[in-house]
Protein backbone atom coordinates (compact mmCIF):
# COMPACT_ATOMS: atom_id res chain seq x y z
CA UNK A 1 0.00 0.00 0.00
CA UNK A 2 2.35 2.38 1.11
CA UNK A 3 4.23 2.93 -3.16
CA UNK A 4 0.68 3.42 -3.80
CA UNK A 5 -0.18 6.05 -1.47
CA UNK A 6 2.39 8.00 -2.82
CA UNK A 7 1.81 8.30 -5.71
CA UNK A 8 -0.03 11.68 -7.86
CA UNK A 9 -3.62 11.31 -9.27
CA UNK A 10 -2.64 11.65 -12.83
CA UNK A 11 -0.06 8.38 -11.81
CA UNK A 12 -2.96 6.75 -10.15
CA UNK A 13 -4.84 7.02 -12.66
CA UNK A 14 -2.30 5.89 -15.26
CA UNK A 15 -1.66 2.93 -13.70
CA UNK A 16 -5.33 1.51 -13.41
CA UNK A 17 -5.62 1.93 -17.43
CA UNK A 18 -2.96 -0.25 -17.30
CA UNK A 19 -4.21 -3.05 -14.76
CA UNK A 20 -8.36 -2.47 -15.81
CA UNK A 21 -8.33 -5.95 -17.38
CA UNK A 22 -6.57 -7.03 -14.45
CA UNK A 23 -8.66 -8.75 -11.41
CA UNK A 24 -10.17 -6.66 -8.90
CA UNK A 25 -7.07 -7.09 -6.26
CA UNK A 26 -4.43 -5.26 -8.79
CA UNK A 27 -6.83 -2.41 -8.92
CA UNK A 28 -8.66 -1.95 -5.48
CA UNK A 29 -5.43 -0.72 -3.94
CA UNK A 30 -5.66 1.83 -6.84
CA UNK A 31 -9.14 2.72 -7.25
CA UNK A 32 -8.90 3.57 -2.85
CA UNK A 33 -5.93 5.62 -3.43
CA UNK A 34 -7.42 7.51 -6.14
CA UNK A 35 -10.71 7.72 -4.75
CA UNK A 36 -9.04 8.75 -1.69
CA UNK A 37 -6.89 11.54 -3.25
CA UNK A 38 -9.93 12.59 -5.91
CA UNK A 39 -12.25 13.23 -2.57
CA UNK A 40 -9.66 15.16 -0.95
CA UNK A 41 -9.65 17.58 -2.86
CA UNK A 42 -13.34 18.63 -3.16
CA UNK A 43 -14.95 18.53 -6.41
CA UNK A 44 -12.82 20.33 -8.59
CA UNK A 45 -12.80 18.70 -12.33
CA UNK A 46 -13.65 14.82 -13.66
CA UNK A 47 -14.98 12.91 -10.32
CA UNK A 48 -14.07 9.50 -9.39
CA UNK A 49 -17.02 7.82 -10.35
CA UNK A 50 -17.42 9.45 -14.26
CA UNK A 51 -13.50 9.01 -14.65
CA UNK A 52 -13.61 5.20 -13.62
CA UNK A 53 -16.78 4.76 -16.43
CA UNK A 54 -15.31 6.30 -18.63
CA UNK A 55 -11.42 5.25 -18.22
CA UNK A 56 -11.82 2.22 -16.84
CA UNK A 57 -14.92 0.49 -18.62
CA UNK A 58 -16.59 -0.27 -15.00
CA UNK A 59 -19.39 1.20 -12.93
CA UNK A 60 -18.60 3.66 -10.36
CA UNK A 61 -20.84 1.33 -8.18
CA UNK A 62 -18.10 -1.36 -9.02
CA UNK A 63 -14.74 0.95 -8.24
CA UNK A 64 -16.63 2.03 -4.93
CA UNK A 65 -17.17 -1.84 -3.74
CA UNK A 66 -13.65 -3.08 -4.76
CA UNK A 67 -12.13 0.21 -3.19
CA UNK A 68 -14.65 -0.43 -0.37
CA UNK A 69 -13.50 -4.09 0.14
CA UNK A 70 -9.89 -3.53 -0.34
CA UNK A 71 -10.59 -0.55 2.82
CA UNK A 72 -11.92 -3.02 5.06
CA UNK A 73 -9.10 -5.91 4.23
CA UNK A 74 -6.53 -3.66 5.35
CA UNK A 75 -8.30 -1.65 8.50
CA UNK A 76 -8.79 1.39 6.35
CA UNK A 77 -12.00 3.85 6.65
CA UNK A 78 -14.38 2.80 3.61
CA UNK A 79 -15.63 6.27 1.76
CA UNK A 80 -18.71 5.57 3.45
CA UNK A 81 -17.57 5.91 7.04
CA UNK A 82 -15.45 8.82 6.22
CA UNK A 83 -17.85 10.99 4.67
CA UNK A 84 -20.64 9.30 7.58
CA UNK A 85 -21.55 11.89 10.42
CA UNK A 86 -24.39 12.69 12.42
CA UNK A 87 -26.84 14.79 11.11
CA UNK A 88 -26.80 18.09 12.95
CA UNK A 89 -30.72 18.31 12.86
CA UNK A 90 -33.26 15.71 14.50
CA UNK A 91 -34.04 13.44 11.67
CA UNK A 92 -37.11 12.59 13.97
CA UNK A 93 -40.59 12.71 12.72
CA UNK A 94 -43.24 14.74 14.49
CA UNK A 95 -43.92 11.26 16.35
CA UNK A 96 -40.59 10.68 17.68
CA UNK A 97 -39.51 7.86 14.86
CA UNK A 98 -36.61 7.83 12.87
CA UNK A 99 -35.97 7.15 9.38
CA UNK A 100 -33.83 4.15 8.60
CA UNK A 101 -32.17 4.39 5.29
CA UNK A 102 -30.74 1.04 4.26
CA UNK A 103 -29.16 0.15 0.82
CA UNK A 104 -27.99 -3.54 -1.13
CA UNK A 105 -27.19 -4.53 -4.27
CA UNK A 106 -29.16 -6.54 -6.18
CA UNK A 107 -29.78 -7.51 -9.81
CA UNK A 108 -32.51 -6.04 -11.58
CA UNK A 109 -35.07 -8.80 -11.48
CA UNK A 110 -34.34 -8.62 -8.02
CA UNK A 111 -35.06 -4.95 -7.98
CA UNK A 112 -38.10 -5.49 -9.46
CA UNK A 113 -39.77 -8.32 -7.23
CA UNK A 114 -38.59 -6.48 -4.09
CA UNK A 115 -40.35 -3.25 -5.30
CA UNK A 116 -43.66 -5.03 -6.71
CA UNK A 117 -43.43 -7.15 -2.75
CA UNK A 118 -43.39 -3.71 -1.23
CA UNK A 119 -46.27 -2.70 -3.47
CA UNK A 120 -47.95 -5.89 -2.10
CA UNK A 121 -47.08 -5.67 1.93
CA UNK A 122 -48.16 -1.80 1.72
CA UNK A 123 -47.82 -0.41 5.26
CA UNK A 124 -46.84 -3.47 6.74
CA UNK A 125 -43.44 -4.12 4.85
CA UNK A 126 -41.27 -1.91 6.93
CA UNK A 127 -42.04 -3.93 10.00
CA UNK A 128 -41.45 -7.24 8.15
CA UNK A 129 -38.44 -6.29 6.91
CA UNK A 130 -37.63 -5.18 10.45
CA UNK A 131 -38.53 -8.12 12.21
CA UNK A 132 -36.76 -10.42 9.68
CA UNK A 133 -33.77 -9.20 10.12
CA UNK A 134 -33.77 -8.88 13.84
CA UNK A 135 -34.86 -12.11 14.27
CA UNK A 136 -32.52 -14.07 11.74
CA UNK A 137 -29.66 -11.73 13.63
CA UNK A 138 -30.57 -13.55 16.97
CA UNK A 139 -30.29 -16.95 15.37
CA UNK A 140 -26.74 -16.68 14.41
CA UNK A 141 -24.77 -17.80 17.06
CA UNK A 142 -22.26 -15.54 18.69
CA UNK A 143 -24.05 -12.45 17.52
CA UNK A 144 -23.62 -9.26 19.08
CA UNK A 145 -26.80 -7.68 20.08
CA UNK A 146 -27.93 -4.30 21.68
CA UNK A 147 -30.90 -3.93 22.80
CA UNK A 148 -33.34 -0.49 23.71
CA UNK A 149 -34.52 -0.73 27.23
CA UNK A 150 -37.38 1.04 26.80
CA UNK A 151 -38.26 2.19 30.06
CA UNK A 152 -35.16 3.70 31.01
CA UNK A 153 -33.93 4.70 27.25
CA UNK A 154 -30.44 3.21 28.02
CA UNK A 155 -28.26 1.21 25.27
CA UNK A 156 -27.66 -2.35 26.72
CA UNK A 157 -25.12 -4.50 24.52
CA UNK A 158 -25.68 -8.39 24.84
CA UNK A 159 -23.47 -11.07 23.57
CA UNK A 160 -24.83 -14.43 23.41
CA UNK A 161 -21.28 -15.61 23.52
CA UNK A 162 -21.18 -14.26 27.22
CA UNK A 163 -24.01 -16.48 28.39
CA UNK A 164 -22.82 -19.79 26.42
Known amino acids: MSTVSGLTITQLKSRLIRVARRSRSAMAPLLYQLRTKIKAQGKKGEGFGVWCEKHLEISRRTADRWADEYARKHGLKTFRQMAKSRPKQSTKTVDGKVTIQVSWVATEAEQEQFIEAMAT ?44
Open 121 to 164: LGADAEKLIFDTVIAAAKKRPHAHQRTRTSDTGTDQANSRAAHA
